[in-house]
């Protein structure tokens, strides 16, 4: 059978750069946070964690307000930016998924059904990342958005912040101190989990998108750099 393919316009320039800028952050991230995760054994010293650490935090805005700016976009984008069209909670869910399962080769205009419940799982180990993380730069080295705050309720003399540092114990009320390690245990626990998360989804993400690609055959790997799919002409699905 001769089928015939076209070119369609799919991932706007806004979403190639939120996923293409995703990926850096996210890798840099991923690598830092693993030395700093192993940082005793590796030997790091306290001043070598506290430039890992301000650095991973620096990255970590980066990563921030990208990941916002997509999360806006979901909202008030355009074609595939919404998350109606990306996650897995629109009406009809279950029939486009065991559409998938009777017809193999379909190919799909935006993500299949098992590529929306990747990106919901994806998304939701990054937000948790995200808030975690900007939680424990204020608890661990005083950083913005929450530093400020909890350099204050640690303090001895609250007139004097500005000489609380990571790893010291200057002005610091150890009672407040502990009270403070509180708060953050469960955001640093979060923080953990979701690493291990993205650390199993990733490398599932790259899989799956090589299977598309062999299934589909929509050109969905230069999809993401082009923004062009090709598609069947009669067969092709706009979900
Ligand atoms: C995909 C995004 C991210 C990944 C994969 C990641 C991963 C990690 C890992 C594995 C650790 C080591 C945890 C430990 O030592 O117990 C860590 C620590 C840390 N992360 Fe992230 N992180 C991400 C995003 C962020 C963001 C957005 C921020 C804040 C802006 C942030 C702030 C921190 C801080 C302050 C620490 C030091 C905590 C400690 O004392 O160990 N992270 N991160």
């Known amino acids: 059978m001769n089928i015939q ?14 996923h293409w800028i995703n990926v850096l952050a996210i890798t ?5 946070g693993l030395i700093i995760f192993n940082a005793k054994t590796l030997g790091v010293s306290v001043d070598g964690k506290i430039l890992l650490k301000t650095i991973h935090v620096i990255t970590g805005y ?11 976009m979901g909202f008030f984008g355009q074609g595939y930016e919404r998350w ?16 998938f399962k009777q017809q193999p080769h379909k190919a799909y205009k935006g993500h299949n059904p098992l590529g929306k419940l990747m990106v919901a799982a994806l998304l939701l180990s990054m937000s948790v990342q ?20 909890f350099a204050k309720s640690i303090a001895i003399d609250s007139s004097k912040i500005a000489v609380i540092k990571p790893y010291s114990k200057e002005n610091v ?12 245990k469960p955001f640093i626990t979060a923080h953990v989990y979701a690493f291990y998360a993205l650390l199993l989804l990733i490398p599932l993400h790259i899989i799956g998108v090589i299977i598309g690609e062999r299934r589909e055959k929509t050109a969905l ?10 598609l069947p002409k009669k067969e092709r699905s706009d979900e």
């Open 84 to 99: 109606g069209k990306t996650l897995p909670f629109a009406k009809g869910f279950t029939k486009e998924l065991t559409d």
């Open 28 to 32: 840099i991230l991923l690598v830092l």
């Open 62 to 72: 980066g990563f921030a307000a990208n990941l916002l700016v997509r999360i806006v």
């Open 221 to 230: 790997v230069s999809s993401m750099i082009n923004g062009y799919k090709y």
């Open 173 to 184: 009320d150890e009672q407040a101190y502990q009270a403070m390690r509180k708060i953050r």
């Open 130 to 149: 995200m808030i975690s993380g900007l939680v424990i730069a204020g608890t661990d080295i005083y950083y913005p958005p929450l530093g400020q705050y």
């Open 5 to 18: 393919f076209q070119q369609v316009y799919v991932w706007s320039k806004y979403l190639r750069l939120f």
